[in-house]
């Protein structure tokens, strides 16, 4: 639909949205509510009015979710707003809220042991696409992939401005909830955390992991309260999912790790986080013990040689997340695909590429 298509709004006494569109628009195309991008979905139904020259469209705005993975699709049937920098209009603001909360409730009922949450993560709109295409009931961002597809290293070298951005493209590109990975928080003090927090909200994102990595533990704790703080007075429910670098930068004497991260799981979770997540192990006696002793869920990063998920579930695991690897893939399948063209003309490598309809209808998908 042309940028310049209006349309108007109304409620309805069965609570949902009535929107207004000209005639002849197409159908599929991000639609606009009082200037900002509004994406209706399959629930969206059409009243017929003949002699009209609109045609109204009634989407029912989301309701409470269940706690399980049935969950999804209901959530997926709701009205999505394409987020912008400035804020939305006085009349779609009750409906966001309302998504984002269901949003926030059925991330938080995927973390459970019986059946742990599975994170492909993604670092754009595209690879966030192909991920909830896949079936995902959620999308996890990867700050390595999005700094490394931006020209930049992971570790706290982009800036906040680009980062936010980039997690901005990918909840306006899936229906299910996002949680962006938002490294140490962009930010030099807790109060600069919290601001992140706040923009990370506005992007519409139902959780995110802070990292500590070799700040001190109490430094860290004041972050994670600063992040909960910020939740609280935006008014908003937040996943703050709180990772623990002991295993994977090696932190401290082996002997000493285990009983080095219980104690910052504990600090953290009284400083406000509702899951911990251990990147680097994946033996089973470790993650157990982990898993025993943290009273939130636990999360683990997971790749070839690693327990399966369902194993790891077993083991007491509420979540497991593929980190960077997914990214680390697609650029091997690039490289593969480059020194097989170059060395040999050849293009063997090509033969699991995405089909380019398939790419194509994508955006329709939403």
Same mark, same amino acid.
């Given at each position: 639909m042309h940028a310049a298509s209006a349309w108007n709004h109304g409620l309805v006494p069965d609570g949902s949205l009535t929107l207004h569109r000209a005639r002849g628009a197409r159908d599929g195309n991000p639609f606009t509510l009082q200037g900002t991008p509004v994406t209706l979905t399959a629930q969206a139904r059409r009243i017929p009015e003949s002699t009209a *020259?609109?045609?109204?469209?009634?989407?029912?705005?989301?309701?409470?979710?269940?706690?399980?993975?049935?969950?999804?699709?209901?959530?997926?049937?709701?009205?999505?707003?394409?987020?912008?920098?400035?804020?939305?209009?006085?009349?779609?603001?009750?409906?966001?809220?309302t998504a984002h909360a269901a949003h926030v409730r059925l991330f938080r009922s995927l973390h459970t042991p019986s059946a742990p949450l599975a994170l492909a993560n993604a670092?754009?709109?595209?690879?966030?696409?192909?991920?909830?295409?896949?079936?995902?009931?959620?999308?996890?961002?990867?700050?390595?992939?999005?700094?490394?597809?931006?020209?930049?290293?992971?570790?706290?070298?982009? *800036?906040?401005?680009?980062?936010?951005?980039?997690?901005?493209?990918?909840?306006?590109?899936?229906?299910?909830?996002?949680?962006?990975?938002?490294? *140490?928080?962009?930010? *030099?003090s807790p109060a600069e955390v919290g601001s992140t927090v706040t923009r990370a909200l506005a992007a519409g994102v139902a959780g995110i992991n802070l990292e500590d990595g070799t700040r001190p533990p109490v430094d860290f704790a004041a972050r994670l309260t600063a992040a909960r703080d910020a939740a609280g007075k935006a008014g908003a429910d937040l996943f703050l999912n709180a990772r623990i670098d002991t295993y994977l930068l090696g932190l401290g004497a082996c002997a000493h790790r285990l009983a080095e991260t219980l104690t910052r799981a504990h600090r953290y979770v009284a400083a406000g986080a509702d899951g911990i997540?251990?990147?680097?192990?994946?033996?089973?006696?470790?993650?157990?013990?982990?898993?025993?002793?943290?009273?939130?869920?636990?999360?683990?990063?997971?790749?070839?040689?690693?327990?399966?998920?369902?194993?790891?579930?077993?083991?007491?695991?509420?979540?497991?997340?593929?980190?960077?690897?997914?990214?680390?893939?697609?650029?091997?399948?690039?490289?593969?695909a480059a020194r097989e063209l170059l060395a040999g003309g050849t293009y063997d490598a090509l033969a699991d590429a995405v089909p380019y309809p398939e790419m194509q209808e994508l955006p329709a998908m939403r």
């Amino acid at each position: 639909m042309h940028a310049a298509s209006a349309w108007n709004h109304g409620l309805v006494p069965d609570g949902s949205l009535t929107l207004h569109r000209a005639r002849g628009a197409r159908d599929g195309n991000p639609f606009t509510l009082q200037g900002t991008p509004v994406t209706l979905t399959a629930q969206a139904r059409r009243i017929p009015e003949s002699t009209a *020259d609109d045609e109204q469209v009634v989407a029912p705005l989301q309701q409470s979710p269940a706690r399980s993975r049935a969950a999804v699709e209901e959530t997926r049937t709701s009205m999505s707003f394409s987020r912008r920098t400035r804020p939305p209009p006085r009349c779609c603001t009750a409906c966001m809220t309302t998504a984002h909360a269901a949003h926030v409730r059925l991330f938080r009922s995927l973390h459970t042991p019986s059946a742990p949450l599975a994170l492909a993560n993604a670092w754009d709109a595209a690879s966030a696409r192909v991920i909830e295409a896949a079936g995902a009931p959620a999308v996890a961002t990867t700050s390595a992939g999005v700094a490394w597809s931006l020209g930049s290293q992971d570790g706290n070298t982009l *800036d906040r401005d680009r980062a936010l951005a980039a997690v901005a493209q990918v909840t306006a590109a899936v229906t299910v909830p996002v949680t962006a990975d938002l490294e *140490d928080g962009y930010g *030099d003090s807790p109060a600069e955390v919290g601001s992140t927090v706040t923009r990370a909200l506005a992007a519409g994102v139902a959780g995110i992991n802070l990292e500590d990595g070799t700040r001190p533990p109490v430094d860290f704790a004041a972050r994670l309260t600063a992040a909960r703080d910020a939740a609280g007075k935006a008014g908003a429910d937040l996943f703050l999912n709180a990772r623990i670098d002991t295993y994977l930068l090696g932190l401290g004497a082996c002997a000493h790790r285990l009983a080095e991260t219980l104690t910052r799981a504990h600090r953290y979770v009284a400083a406000g986080a509702d899951g911990i997540f251990v990147p680097g192990v994946t033996d089973p006696a470790t993650v157990r013990a982990l898993a025993a002793e943290i009273p939130v869920p636990l999360n683990v990063m997971a790749g070839p040689g690693a327990p399966s998920v369902a194993e790891l579930g077993r083991l007491g695991v509420a979540r497991v997340s593929l980190g960077s690897g997914v990214a680390q893939a697609a650029y091997g399948a690039a490289g593969r695909a480059a020194r097989e063209l170059l060395a040999g003309g050849t293009y063997d490598a090509l033969a699991d590429a995405v089909p380019y309809p398939e790419m194509q209808e994508l955006p329709a998908m939403r």
